[in-house]
């Protein structure tokens, strides 16, 4: 990430060294830093802590402006306020309209970071006010730019991204026309910020590597280094981590040949922060330890440390994490009072907090922890910085939960959500609407909790797109701060248990909420709020009079599934008590059992419960409304497993249901599939690549394809990814069919298919498929993944292909859970195009029911782990 102020203090040096050489020059300041570095969009990982003072013989003048700087700099932002509208008064007086205007924009900066909007829109509005009655001139035109970043700054943070594009692209012109290719480099960064958070990621990308040329062809310097580290990180963001690591290893390689102690070890903490995310543990401990053994400010040392301190706990490395704590106490000691200094120990207390309730030996007490919290929230009163103040409230209240002393934690939550939404924090204060309605949970109050649940939900659905952009000084982690917020809510509504009677508002509640949580760990797992509800889920579960839908969902105590039959109104549910260990455990062992030759008997007793938990509640009632097709919104472990291999004791559900899975109905809009002249764009690799072994019955899958519909074939080296993308963009093809190796992971970074120059992301592919609009006439209706599985180890491997399905913007995925013989494969695909092709009428899940039957009733492959592994997600018809 740039730096904000990366360069601050080597700026004031040199500035100091000139004004002593130059004392007879005029007072006022021409653009001393024009602006303060306003650019960086996300938080840096380590943020300047003013150290030395400023010199007291300055013309005041200059100095107000340096310490201005200097305070805002070090986080010390009420403080930078005073300076700032101090200095704004007597630029007034002057009657120095151009640094005047400057000033005001500074002043902007300072009002948005404490959450001062209305006075931050108005300071930006007064400041092009005055440049608007200024001649033309270079000085004018670069505060004039600058300040419209801060525009853009402003309007971004208040979620109207299309104006904050708008308003950096009028920058990026005048940047361009005065030369100032640095700030340019800086503004494209943000302009690619905000076409992610309007979701076009191609535009995006396209400007993030335009970005990359660009600094790659400078000299080395600070502003390379830098501006480098700010790519790779908005890469990370965005879940390209391989080539995130790429470019910070680069910027490393800048700031190592430049002797920059500062941003080697920033350019080492991001490359630590993105090998972290890939689960490479040896890669991050050690770029700590390279970083470690470099001199850098207190400011950047106490982040190196609380990341490190953070990665031993989530590595269970619980000694290791008791001997670093004392340095980190030490360190958080020394430093003076800023933001970055409140966050650091509220950090630090979180993490204390986790490690004592994880390992008992020798760790800080919670009175000691409770202390820290304490400062916390003193010096962030003493900055007047409401935003710090209320995270450091508000986590001492969750500290006082921890250890039951509720009412003192509900007073604490109360005054931190006041703050909260004082300053329209909403990412803080969902925080605190959650944890009030855990402390109302806990002192029984249901309806009022479920009020506090509901709303921290509504603030996280406008957050959607600032949720993977939250501050890393602070703990945030989609399993830990988001996903619970969802299933306890859940477990709220459907509280009464059992199969008694609940209100019908609260069933539909209940469904809804996991609908949400559905399209939440999909936009986690793209690290982009991505995807967007197209229809009613009320609508699509009424457009086919034989489908019911069913949402099972796993909860701490219970296995809960809310189930929605055709032509009625009212959602039915039932509950089995079971506990959540059990369920995974029993989900796992089908899973690792069902691809397995010789274990029928136990893979048909496994799924038999699953079926006694999911099904058998509900058979004579989906006899009753004569349900033809199952649609499952599945969740969590039970994506591993195939539904079709359930097992009643006589019968697999398949050969009851044609049988199909949602990652959320509102996601897709259910239309049947076009047969009139239906055109495939077929593509595999039956030779071995890149590591991947042969598949030599694809080019008969191929050819057996294009026996029964029109087909563009591309087989081996054929099938690149620039061939894939120039036919996808030439002819409106229906369907789309890879019949090559694939793997899907919770990790979308590890979610791709093969070609043969290469592997496919996820993200890539979808910018293939995405081509055409979804909603145009050659909007791919199938996309066909035949010798895909899930990866090995990955208990969450399933939402990648829920993810691939939702991305791709194709209406309907069929893919595979495991790698199977490709021979039945073969036969399996080609009766499911002769299916489609001569049968006019039958839904895709139809089709795909009897092409796994034709496998079923073969003795060759009537095992579950040649049939079962097939999946179609989205729309069934």
Same mark, same amino acid.
């Given at each position: 990430?740039?730096?904000?102020?990366?360069?601050?203090?080597?700026?004031?040096?040199?500035?100091?060294?000139?004004?002593?050489?130059?004392?007879?020059?005029?007072?006022?300041?021409?653009?001393?830093?024009?602006?303060?570095?306003?650019?960086?969009?996300?938080?840096?990982?380590?943020?300047?802590?003013?150290?030395?003072?400023?010199?007291?013989?300055?013309?005041?003048?200059?100095?107000?402006?340096?310490?201005?700087?200097?305070?805002?700099?070090?986080?010390?932002?009420?403080?930078?306020?005073?300076?700032?509208?101090?200095?704004?008064?007597?630029?007034?007086?002057?009657?120095?309209?151009?640094?005047?205007?400057?000033?005001?924009?500074?002043?902007?900066?300072?009002?948005?970071?404490?959450?001062?909007?209305?006075?931050?829109?108005?300071?930006?509005?007064?400041?092009?006010?005055?440049?608007?009655?200024?001649?033309?001139?270079?000085?004018?035109?670069?505060? &004039? !730019?600058? +300040?419209?970043? *801060? $525009? @853009?700054?402003? /309007?971004?943070?208040?979620?109207?991204?299309?104006? %904050?594009?708008?308003?950096?692209?009028?920058?990026?012109?005048?940047?361009?026309?005065?030369?100032?290719?640095?700030?340019?480099?800086?503004?494209?960064?943000?302009?690619?910020?905000?076409?992610?958070?309007?979701?076009?990621?191609?535009?995006?990308?396209?400007?993030?590597?335009?970005?990359?040329?660009?600094?790659?062809?400078?000299?080395?310097?600070?502003?390379?280094?830098?501006?480098?580290?700010?790519?790779?990180?908005?890469?990370?963001?965005?879940?390209?981590?391989?080539?995130?690591?790429?470019?910070?290893?680069?910027?490393?390689?800048?700031?190592?040949?430049?002797?920059?102690?500062?941003?080697?070890?920033?350019?080492?903490?991001? &490359? !630590?922060? +993105?090998?972290? *995310? $890939? @689960?490479?543990? /040896?890669?991050?401990?050690?770029?700590?330890?390279? %970083?470690?053994?470099?001199?850098?400010?207190?400011?950047?040392?106490?982040?190196?440390?609380?990341?490190?301190?953070?990665?031993?706990?989530?590595?269970?490395?619980?000694?290791?994490?008791?001997?670093?704590?004392?340095?980190?106490?030490?360190?958080?000691?020394?430093?003076?009072?800023?933001?970055?200094?409140?966050?650091?120990?509220?950090?630090?207390?979180?993490?204390?907090?986790?490690?004592?309730?994880?390992?008992?030996?020798?760790?800080?007490?919670?009175?000691?922890?409770?202390?820290?919290?304490?400062?916390?929230?003193?010096?962030?009163?003493?900055?007047?910085?409401?935003?710090?103040?209320?995270?450091?409230?508000?986590?001492?209240?969750?500290?006082?939960?921890?250890?039951? $002393?509720?009412?003192?934690?509900?007073?604490?939550?109360?005054?931190?959500?006041?703050?909260?939404?004082?300053?329209?924090?909403?990412?803080?204060?969902?925080?605190?609407?959650?944890?009030?309605?855990?402390?109302?949970?806990?002192?029984?109050?249901?309806?009022?909790?479920?009020?506090?649940?509901?709303?921290?939900?509504?603030?996280?659905?406008?957050?959607?797109?600032?949720?993977?952009?939250?501050?890393?000084?602070?703990?945030?982690?989609?399993?830990?701060?988001?996903?619970?917020?969802?299933?306890?809510?859940?477990?709220?509504?459907?509280?009464?248990?059992?199969?008694?009677?609940?209100?019908?508002?609260?069933?539909?509640?209940?469904?809804?909420?996991?609908?949400?949580?559905?399209?939440?760990?999909?936009?986690?797992?793209?690290?982009?709020?991505?995807?967007?509800?197209?229809?009613?889920?009320?609508?699509?579960?009424?457009?086919?009079?034989?489908?019911?839908?069913?949402?099972?969902?796993?909860?701490?105590?219970?296995?809960?599934?809310?189930?929605?039959?055709?032509?009625?109104?009212?959602?039915?549910?039932?509950?089995?008590?079971?506990?959540?260990?059990?369920?995974?455990?029993?989900?796992?062992?089908?899973?690792?059992?069902?691809?397995?030759?010789?274990?029928?008997?136990?893979?048909?007793?496994?799924?038999?419960?699953?079926?006694?938990?999911?099904?058998?509640?509900?058979?004579?009632?989906?006899?009753?409304?004569?349900?033809?097709?199952?649609?499952?919104?599945?969740?969590?472990?039970?994506?591993?497993?195939?539904?079709?291999?359930?097992?009643?004791?006589?019968?697999?559900?398949?050969?009851?249901?044609?049988?199909?899975?949602?990652?959320?109905?509102?996601?897709?809009?259910?239309?049947?599939?076009?047969?009139?002249?239906?055109?495939?764009?077929?593509?595999?690799?039956?030779?071995?690549?890149?590591?991947?072994?042969?598949?030599?019955?694809?080019?008969?899958?191929?050819?057996?394809?294009?026996?029964?519909?029109?087909?563009?074939?591309?087989?081996?080296?054929?099938?690149?990814?620039?061939?894939?993308?120039?036919?996808?963009?030439?002819?409106?093809?229906?369907?789309?069919?890879?019949?090559?190796?694939?793997?899907?992971?919770?990790?979308?970074?590890?979610?791709?298919?093969?070609?043969?120059?290469?592997?496919?992301?996820?993200?890539?592919?979808?910018?293939?498929?995405?081509?055409?609009?979804?909603?145009?006439?050659?909007?791919?209706?199938?996309?066909?993944?035949?010798?895909?599985?899930?990866?090995?180890?990955?208990?969450?491997?399933?939402?990648?292909?829920?993810?691939?399905?939702?991305?791709?913007?194709?209406?309907?995925?069929?893919?595979?859970?495991?790698?199977?013989?490709?021979?039945?494969?073969?036969?399996?695909?080609?009766?499911?195009?002769?299916?489609?092709?001569?049968?006019?009428?039958?839904?895709?899940?139809?089709?795909?029911?009897?092409?796994?039957?034709?496998?079923?009733?073969?003795?060759?492959?009537?095992?579950?782990?040649?049939?079962?592994?097939?999946?179609?997600?989205?729309?069934?018809?």
């Amino acid at each position: 990430m740039v730096d904000r102020f990366g360069e601050f203090w080597r700026r004031v040096q040199r500035k100091l060294r000139q004004l002593q050489a130059t004392a007879q020059r005029r007072a006022s300041v021409i653009i001393l830093v024009a602006l303060f570095n306003v650019t960086a969009i996300l938080p840096s990982t380590a943020q300047m802590v003013a150290e030395n003072s400023l010199a007291s013989d300055l013309p005041n003048t200059e100095n107000v402006v340096l310490q201005g700087e200097a305070l805002y700099s070090a986080q010390r932002f009420g403080d930078a306020v005073k300076i700032l509208q101090q200095q704004n008064a007597t630029y007034a007086a002057n009657g120095d309209k151009l640094q005047q205007a400057m000033t005001l924009s500074n002043l902007s900066l300072a009002y948005q970071e404490l959450g001062r909007w209305t006075e931050a829109l108005e300071a930006i509005a007064s400041s092009l006010k005055l440049l608007q009655s200024l001649n033309n001139s270079k000085q004018r035109a670069e505060i &004039l !730019a600058q +300040t419209l970043d *801060v $525009q @853009g700054r402003w /309007q971004l943070a208040r979620g109207q991204a299309e104006a %904050a594009l708008t308003t950096w692209q009028q920058a990026a012109d005048i940047y361009t026309q005065i030369g100032y290719k640095d700030k340019f480099t800086r503004n494209r960064i943000n302009s690619a910020k905000a076409l992610q958070v309007l979701g076009l990621y191609p535009q995006a990308r396209k400007i993030l590597t335009e970005v990359q040329q660009s600094l790659t062809s400078l000299p080395d310097s600070l502003l390379k280094a830098t501006g480098l580290r700010s790519l790779g990180d908005v890469l990370r963001v965005v879940g390209d981590l391989d080539e995130s690591r790429l470019v910070l290893k680069h910027s490393l390689e800048v700031a190592s040949s430049l002797g920059a102690n500062q941003e080697k070890t920033e350019a080492l903490l991001s &490359l !630590a922060n +993105t090998a972290r *995310v $890939q @689960g490479d543990t /040896q890669a991050t401990l050690d770029f700590y330890k390279q %970083a470690a053994a470099v001199s850098v400010p207190p400011s950047t040392r106490i982040q190196l440390l609380l990341n490190q301190f953070s990665f031993l706990l989530e590595t269970k490395q619980w000694s290791a994490a008791v001997a670093l704590s004392p340095q980190i106490q030490s360190e958080i000691s020394k430093l003076p009072p800023s933001r970055m200094a409140v966050y650091a120990r509220i950090n630090f207390a979180q993490n204390l907090a986790r490690l004592k309730q994880k390992f008992t030996t020798d760790t800080s007490s919670w009175l000691d922890i409770a202390q820290l919290l304490a400062k916390a929230v003193e010096q962030a009163q003493s900055l007047e910085d409401k935003r710090a103040e209320s995270y450091a409230k508000g986590t001492l209240g969750w500290l006082y939960e921890q250890t039951g $002393q509720f009412t003192d934690a509900k007073n604490l939550t109360e005054k931190a959500l006041f703050i909260a939404q004082s300053i329209e924090a909403s990412d803080i204060g969902y925080q605190w609407e959650w944890q009030l309605g855990r402390l109302l949970k806990t002192k029984g109050d249901t309806k009022l909790a479920i009020s506090y649940y509901s709303q921290a939900i509504k603030t996280l659905q406008s957050l959607r797109s600032d949720l993977v952009a939250i501050n890393p000084e602070i703990q945030f982690s989609f399993r830990e701060n988001v996903e619970p917020v969802y299933r306890e809510l859940v477990e709220l509504l459907l509280q009464a248990g059992g199969n008694t009677e609940l209100p019908p508002d609260n069933l539909k509640q209940a469904r809804n909420v996991i609908e949400s949580l559905q399209l939440a760990e999909l936009d986690n797992f793209f690290r982009q709020a991505c995807l967007t509800a197209k229809v009613e889920i009320d609508q699509v579960a009424e457009l086919d009079q034989t489908a019911a839908v069913l949402y099972p969902i796993i909860l701490p105590d219970r296995l809960e599934v809310i189930l929605k039959l055709p032509g009625q109104k009212n959602l039915k549910h039932y509950a089995t008590n079971i506990v959540k260990l059990e369920v995974e455990s029993t989900l796992s062992q089908l899973r690792e059992n069902i691809t397995q030759p010789h274990t029928q008997r136990m893979v048909q007793s496994l799924s038999g419960r699953v079926y006694d938990w999911l099904i058998r509640p509900e058979e004579a009632d989906l006899a009753e409304n004569k349900v033809k097709t199952l649609v499952f919104v599945l969740d969590g472990a039970l994506r591993n497993v195939p539904m079709a291999s359930l097992y009643d004791g006589k019968q697999y559900l398949l050969e009851k249901y044609a049988i199909s899975l949602s990652p959320g109905l509102q996601l897709f809009d259910p239309k049947p599939l076009p047969r009139k002249r239906l055109q495939a764009l077929t593509a595999g690799l039956s030779e071995a690549r890149l590591g991947f072994s042969a598949l030599p019955n694809v080019e008969r899958e191929l050819k057996q394809i294009q026996s029964q519909v029109g087909t563009q074939v591309l087989l081996n080296q054929q099938f690149t990814s620039q061939a894939l993308e120039k036919q996808m963009k030439s002819l409106p093809f229906k369907v789309v069919h890879l019949a090559t190796h694939g793997q899907f992971s919770s990790n979308a970074d590890k979610t791709f298919i093969v070609a043969w120059d290469k592997q496919i992301k996820v993200n890539e592919l979808s910018d293939f498929l995405r081509i055409r609009e979804e909603n145009k006439p050659s909007a791919v209706e199938l996309l066909v993944l035949s010798a895909c599985q899930t990866a090995n180890g990955d208990n969450r491997a399933a939402l990648g292909l829920a993810g691939v399905a939702v991305r791709a913007g194709a209406r309907s995925t069929l893919a595979s859970l495991w790698n199977v013989d490709d021979e039945s494969t073969a036969m399996l695909m080609s009766q499911f195009y002769q299916e489609l092709a001569l049968t006019p009428t039958i839904t895709k899940a139809e089709a795909l029911r009897h092409a796994q039957l034709a496998l079923l009733q073969n003795p060759r492959y009537q095992r579950p782990m040649f049939w079962a592994p097939y999946v179609l997600v989205g729309n069934w018809l």
